[in-house]
């Protein structure tokens, strides 16, 4: 902080010019300018997002740009839907089964849930009784099920795999 200074007038200019930075730093902090304010603490990020307008009394307000948001954010979406790596995520796993398998799932659990409310509906109470048995014994005879259909798919591998050696 020693700086040294050749005359009085160097002082005198180098003490308007930290008076007039001050003054700048203190309406920025302040918020006269919002718009400049918001764009020195942002770095300029927020420039694209806002805009000045004159309001009925002639002040400045300061608005949001609506449809650069919107264009933004629909652009963003769409670049992460859109994205290759996120095509070629979704083939990879259709073709690995994972799609199929849960359609069928979900298939076999609207088709029991829609005969089981169908059956509870009726005015018949033996329908009622085998709607509500559906709907608490289904889901135990769908899990046994795939239970011995993924034995069987693995006996079978074991097999041809000792037939192959």
Do not use: C
């Amino acid at each position: 902080m020693s700086y040294k200074y050749n005359s009085l007038d160097e002082l005198r200019r180098k003490k308007e010019l930290l008076k007039k930075e001050i003054a700048d730093k203190e309406d920025l902090l302040t918020f006269n300018n919002a718009k400049r304010s918001l764009s020195a603490f942002t770095n300029g990020y927020t420039d694209q997002f806002l805009k000045e307008e004159l309001d009925e009394q002639g002040e400045k307000k300061i608005t949001l740009k609506k449809n650069e948001i919107v264009r933004r954010i629909t652009g963003e979406v769409k670049n992460q839907i859109i994205s290759k790596s996120t095509f070629m995520s979704i083939a990879d796993t259709a073709i690995k089964g994972g799609v199929v398998d849960n359609a069928l799932k979900l298939w076999a659990v609207a088709f029991v849930g829609n005969f089981a409310k169908n059956n509870i509906k009726s005015s018949s109470w033996k329908k009622k009784l085998i709607g509500i048995a559906l709907i608490y014994i289904a889901p135990f005879a769908l899990r046994f099920i795939r239970k011995k259909l993924e034995e069987y798919q693995k006996n079978k591998s074991v097999s041809s795999m000792e037939q192959l050696i």
